[in-house]
Structures are given as C-alpha cells and as structure tokens.
C-alpha cells in the first residue's frame, strides 16, 4: 500500500514557475514507476509526465516538454514536478500517481495509486 501526498499547488501568473511535490509513504517507493497527471474542469484526466525507477527515463506531454521537469528522490520518498513559464492552459487539479511496473506509465490505468490532487491555476 502506497499514500500519495500533493503539495505546492497555487495561484501565480502566466510565465510564473511552481514547484510540485509528491511524498509517498511505504519502504518500495524506488520500486514504482511516478507519474503526473491534470484534470482541468470539463475535461479528462492527461497525462503530463512521467519518471522511472531510478529516474533515469523521462518523458512528457507534448504541450509541456520544455517547460515542465519530473525528478525523484527515494531517498525522500518525493516525487517533484517543476513547473516553468506557466501558461493559463496549464490550470488544472495535478495528480501524483505510482505504478507497480518497470519503464514508465502513460495512461492512468497503469497506476495503482493516486494522490487527492493539488489545485494549480494560472491567471493570465
């Protein structure tokens, strides 16, 4: 059993930056594939980025590639989205999950795993 804690969500402005946590509780943390996902009213749930085991794969969302950077410490049990030049469009709820797999997770049916979500909103 895995617990997933968000936190750093926030109100800031377009080109602002945030920094998202995600600190899971349990021994096998390193053994879980991470990801990030969002959930914008009206809208499905996307994926936005992805980190393996180790860290040492990574991969995003189209829309975010550039700005947005996945990294772990298992040493921390923490998981981090750093979220860079912010745009009104990335307003959405984000999500940490954990996949028990290898390699890395795409779709929200390969986690076993949810956080309650963290509000991030971007005012233009």
């Known amino acids: 059993q895995v617990q997933l804690v968000e936190s750093g969500g926030g109100l800031v402005q377009a080109g602002d930056s945030l920094r998202l946590s995600c600190a899971a509780s349990?021994?096998?943390?390193?053994?879980?594939?991470m990801g990030w996902f969002r959930q914008a009213p009206g809208k499905e749930r996307e994926f936005v980025a992805t980190?393996?085991?180790?860290?040492?794969?990574?991969a995003y969302t189209d829309s975010v590639k550039g700005r947005f950077t996945i990294s772990r410490d298992n040493a921390k049990n923490t998981v981090y989205l750093q979220m860079n030049s912010l745009k009104p469009e990335d307003t959405a709820v984000y999500y940490c999950?954990?996949?028990?797999?290898?390699?890395?997770?795409?779709?929200?049916?390969?986690?076993?795993?949810w956080g309650q979500g963290t509000q991030v909103t971007v005012s233009s």
């Open positions: 999950a954990a996949a028990q797999k290898y390699g890395l997770g795409y779709v929200p049916d390969e986690y076993n795993y």
């Open positions: 349990g021994r096998t943390f390193s053994r879980y594939v």
């Open positions: 980190i393996s085991w180790r860290g040492s794969s990574t």
